[in-house]
């Protein structure tokens, strides 16, 4: 991504028709590109104007409003000119591109993904995490998701951290004056409580943590796979989960040849439900085709969060169940869902065992199905407590752990008395510089572009 200071434009509404589409500009100085666009016609910083909108020989592309928004004043930092007319893509091309001619003597250049944003970071109007929280909140797939990313971008997981790591600066403050002044000969560690300093900091950690992580499974959601044997329900089963006929359904074994995804809602929560080709040996498989899905069964098992294994509690398990069991991958959780109850005269249960859950329930009437849904979201550690949480990334989480971590060796150092403090402070030294790089106080070029690439162009 380029990090020059030249202007950009870009439309910045979405693809497709709308009633009203939106081409921005930024830069240090737009005004040679106002008074190209409109001539001697003003614009009052922070005010609509009504205007036409002309190409190169004057003749009107569409009439609509004219906003403008001077430095340092605006969504960048930057002068930004936001042009608003209606929402058609060739209308919005026409526009953008008589902004590019008469921006050219300007340098003005088209946007790259996130560019608007990034400026908006590096002029100071939002921090890394708050510059993340737009893309999630443009991304947000539930409500719950949508309310935690504008949490985000208020900037209440910023100020959380900001919190952290002044608490880690004040205690660096401490043990870095005692090694600077060894000859006081003050007994650091018990004067200024420095061990219960930082089992505070690691008890505000735990609990940042906590709620990050929820956060974070409100913007990932959770990868859940049916597997089973060929007309086992597993089709009904992501039909009665989903609301909806998403699946066909048929007494015809085989049906479903390749993987169907539905996206639901559990709390608030997206689960990514994939309905898989019916499992059993390649050399069973009735063609080529059927092959291909079982082979695709396989390879999603191996990405899930959570296996639903689905078996017919009308006859029992059998060989090929055990075999398919045997064959998941370690460490993955595992949901044995019985299904058929209304044939087998099972009732609607749950049994927690050692090696995995297993629910009795049946698709065809959905009797039991709310045990199921409680059970995928005990699974995935969601803990409804009524409190807002942010809506963290994988990195964010990673970055926690890794302060955690540094803490915790700090209160090993601790622990030796002054014999260590260096150590002690070399680790909140570290400690801190992983807090910052949430916010974004500590990143790097590398780290930025990635960031910023995943945005859309415009925003």
């Given at each position: 991504?380029?990090t ?59 009439q ?10 605006s969504y ?66 539930t ?9 985000s ?17 004040h ?42 992580s ?142 995995a859950?297993?629910?009795y ?16 979201l ?7 407590t ?8 994988e ?10 971590s ?15 403090l ?6 909140l ?31």
């Amino acid at each position: 991504m380029k990090t020059d200071s030249a202007p950009i434009a870009a439309i910045a509404t979405a693809p497709g028709r709308g009633g009203i589409g939106v081409v921005r500009a930024s830069g240090p100085d737009l005004s040679p590109l106002i008074a190209e666009l409109f001539g001697a016609r003003a614009l009052e910083p922070r005010h609509a104007t009504y205007l036409s909108f002309n190409d190169g020989d004057g003749r009107p592309i569409d009439q609509g409003i004219a906003l403008y928004f001077k430095a340092p004043h605006s969504y960048t930092g930057e002068d930004v000119l936001e042009l608003q007319g209606h929402g058609g893509p060739v209308v919005l091309q026409l526009l953008l591109a008589r902004c590019l001619e008469a921006g050219r003597a300007l340098g003005l250049r088209l946007a790259e993904p996130g560019e608007f944003t990034r400026r908006a970071y590096l002029n100071d109007k939002l921090d890394l995490a708050q510059a993340e929280s737009v893309a999630d909140l443009i991304d947000a797939s539930t409500e719950a998701a949508a309310k935690s990313a504008s949490l985000s971008l208020s900037g209440a997981f910023s100020d959380t951290i900001a919190e952290l790591v002044e608490q880690v600066i004040h205690l660096r403050m401490l043990v870095e004056a005692t090694l600077d002044f060894p000859e006081e000969e003050i007994d650091f560690l018990e004067n200024s409580d420095a061990r219960g300093q930082l089992a505070q900091i690691q008890q505000a950690l735990a609990a940042v943590f906590a709620q990050a992580s929820q956060g974070a499974l409100l913007r990932e959601g959770l990868n859940v796979v049916l597997v089973g044997q060929p007309n086992v329900g597993k089709s009904s089963l992501l039909n009665a989960l989903a609301g909806s006929e998403v699946a066909i359904v048929t007494p015809i074994a085989g049906t479903t040849r390749d993987k169907v995804s539905e996206t639901i809602q559990i709390e608030g929560i997206p689960l990514n439900i994939v309905d898989t080709a019916g499992i059993r040996p390649l050399a069973d498989a009735s063609d080529m085709v059927e092959r291909i899905g079982i082979e695709r069964t396989w390879q999603e098992v191996e990405k899930a969060d959570v296996i639903l294994h689905l078996l017919d509690a009308d006859r029992g398990p059998s060989r090929a169940d055990e075999a398919i069991g045997a064959a998941f991958p370690a460490g993955v959780p595992l949901i044995r869902v019985w299904n058929k109850i209304d044939l087998s005269g099972h009732k609607e249960a749950v049994d927690i065992m050692e090696d995995a859950t297993h629910v009795y329930l049946s698709a065809q009437d959905k009797s039991g199905i709310d045990l199921l849904r409680a059970q995928l979201l005990r699974l995935s550690g969601w803990q409804q407590t009524g409190e807002s949480v942010y809506l963290a990334r994988e990195r964010h989480l990673i970055a926690l752990r890794a302060a955690a971590s540094h803490l915790e060796q700090a209160a090993i150092h601790a622990a030796r008395s002054d014999q260590q403090l260096d150590l002690f402070a070399e680790e909140l030294r570290l400690a801190q510089d992983r807090l910052n790089s949430i916010t974004g106080a500590f990143s790097s070029d590398d780290l930025l572009g990635v960031i910023f690439s995943r945005f859309c162009i415009g925003k």
